[in-house]
């Protein structure tokens, strides 16, 4: 019996259904199928109902399922602390990041890490949220500057800084010349937002203000990089709500606008594994603290 039975069964007893299943593990249902049955064969006993209209547990494949679960668990941790042995051992350091971290947060902690550490290997990972908080619990990264956080018992994090939105729109928009605007102009105007699944705390940040001040914007683009809301607020495709580390990236032919009301915020957070903290992790945190009170300890 191999791990990958015990993953195998496990997404089929999650789905009860082989073609989710399937397209979960990126298999194909008949392989996925045999897997199962071998699975069977080995443990010697059926774990799965299945008919034409529904898969559903055996009441030895319900007890199998509690065993496996454990058993994948313990699987992960023995994968993740032989990953953390091997990287202190090879003294390198894994950062997972989103964009804004490069600006704000890159060019005072670096500093210190080399002059601390001259002999320690950095490897920098851009990736979305969600992708760094799963290679955090996974031993990928040590260290993960992101837009929210994973709650769970696996990880600790503070919380760097809170920066506003800002409206950015084409510098010949009829309100352009405007000192201030107010919200109520968004009513009926063209807006490119950040794609869900790419930046999804700006999104929902973003749907949520809309939402909450009955506002009735056309989306026309969803930007999957913030680079992109910017050129295609340069190229006159529509206005756009952005985070305000962007301002220096603006073009001669953006315009920053203030607002009469408000627009609301948005946090970044470093996120690390419990117990995980040493001479390195601790000299980042003393860093941060010191440049961005706010949100620590």
């Not at 350091?93 to 490069?102: D, M, S, T």
């Not at 729109?169 to 937002?193: G, Y």
């Amino acid at each position: 019996m191999e791990l990958r039975h015990l993953r195998y069964f496990v997404t089929v007893a999650q789905e009860l259904n082989f073609t989710r299943a399937a397209e979960k593990l990126n298999t194909v249902q008949p392989s996925l199928s045999q897997q199962i049955k071998d699975l069977e064969r080995e443990v010697g006993v059926q774990l799965l109902e299945r008919n034409n209209r529904k898969v559903g547990l055996t009441e030895a494949g319900q007890a199998f399922l509690t065993e496996a679960l454990l058993s994948i668990e313990h699987a992960e941790r023995a994968i993740q602390s032989a990953r953390q042995i091997a990287n202190a051992q090879q003294d390198q350091l894994n950062i997972g990041f989103v964009p804004v971290a490069e600006m704000k947060i890159f060019p005072y902690i670096m500093p210190n890490i080399r002059a601390h550490f001259p002999n320690i290997k950095i490897h920098f990972h851009s990736l979305t949220d969600a992708s760094q908080l799963k290679a955090l619990k996974k031993g990928e990264i040590d260290i993960a500057f992101t837009r929210y956080v994973d709650e769970s018992d696996e990880l600790e994090h503070v919380q760097i800084f809170s920066e506003p939105l800002a409206l950015i729109m084409p510098k010949d928009s009829p309100l352009a010349e405007q000192r201030h605007v107010s919200i109520k102009s968004f009513n009926h105007q063209d807006f490119v937002i950040s794609d869900e699944d790419a930046s999804p705390q700006l999104h929902k940040i973003i749907t949520d203000f809309f939402k909450q001040s009955k506002l009735n914007v056309n989306v026309v683009q969803h930007s999957t990089n913030i680079l992109l809301n910017v050129n295609l607020v340069g190229m006159g495709v529509g206005w756009s709500l952005v985070p305000a580390y962007v301002i220096p990236l603006l073009g001669d032919k953006i315009i920053v606008k203030n607002t009469i009301e408000p627009l609301p915020m948005i946090n970044l957070y470093a996120s690390y594994r419990k117990g995980q903290k040493n001479e390195l992790l601790e000299l980042i945190l003393k860093i941060l603290k010191e440049q961005f009170y706010m949100g620590f300890f």
